[in-house]
């Protein structure tokens, strides 16, 4: 019953009722103005020429993790009231595959197979007074050039930084103060990285600003830091400290090509480490992009990074893991983009498993088309 009901939610929010449209208006034109619906449908075709594994049996990807066939990526929805004064709240919610990888610890998502799942996203309270806005709840982390949201990425595949070097969503309070146009400073605590319920003793702080000097050029940067199972989704074990730093600058060299880079740096005091080793643990990488808009109808998205798991901490293996990726989006209508990708990734050791589950080898090349609808 409770996956049922659940379902329904999904359901709800991914579809719109195109009825209140139609119908009279059910609440205040004022309330009306501040209150926002939107969602969208994502699928993709993806061929991996090896598996969807790492020799540790860690995935080597994020979101496209079907080897050869299609997926229902996500299907999402999005309620949002949240006034410039005053209270409000947002509730998001996605079904699909995603929400398998984007489920915190604590969360059962399946509906009994891992290419059906749900997961409630984000679903928080704000308040919000002049220039400062305070929430409470569970909303995705700050750190990275790339989200959830497939709609605001410029590729399919999501970035190595993206699933392995950050978290995708925290829960706790976070406040933010916009100081004037240029600068804008965000502060938080919560119970650690992609955690419903607290199972560490010492709460994770987050520290973040955005300094955007012109419309040409914006820097963000981002602190996370607190307390840490040395085994990831586990309730047991040694706690530790996990530390990371991001960085992401933004170039918008032209009203057509945008450049972005975007640096991590991780580190964990105590990490259950390959072989079941506990010790220190560092991560860190880098990704550069450039995205370059034809037209209205033709967009390009470039991506390389580099990314170094010395430990074998985030992936399972001990390795410097790099990866390229080219996309190309087609946009017939106004709501709706089309994108073919192609994405070459190789590691300094023979970390991928082969297809049959058997032989190893460094590299891993893939195919893909994705479609996502847009609506509101």
Known sequence: MHKLYLFLIGLGLTFPTFALADGAPTTPPAAQSNFKYSGYVDGSYNYLVRSNQFTSGTFDRVYDL???GFTLQQ????????????????F???????????APYGWDPYFGSQKLAIDPLQAYLQYAIGSFTIIG????????????DPTQDTNFSRSILYGYAEPTTVLGLRGTYVINDKITVIGGINNGWDNIRDTSRRKTIELSTTYTPCSLFSLAATLYSGGQRAT??????????RNLFDL????NATDKLTVIGNYDYGNQTLATLPANNVADAVWQGIAGYANYKFNDLWQTSFRGEIFSDRNGYRTGVAQSWKELTVSLGYTPLKNLEIRAETRHDFSNVNAFLDSNGHGTNNNQQSYALEAFYKFA
């Open 232 to 241: 990831d989704r586990t309730a047991t074990g040694p706690e530790s400290i």
């Open 75 to 90: 299907a999402a929805g999005t309620f949002a009231y949240q006034p410039t004064t005053g209270f409000g709240g947002l």
């Open 248 to 251: 992401v600058a933004t170039w």
């Open 137 to 148: 709840g569970r909303y995705t982390e700050l750190a990275g050039a790339e989200v959830v």
């Open 92 to 102: 998001n919610v996605i079904l699909g595959r995603d929400a398998n990888t984007t």
């Open 66 to 68: 079907e080897q050869n």
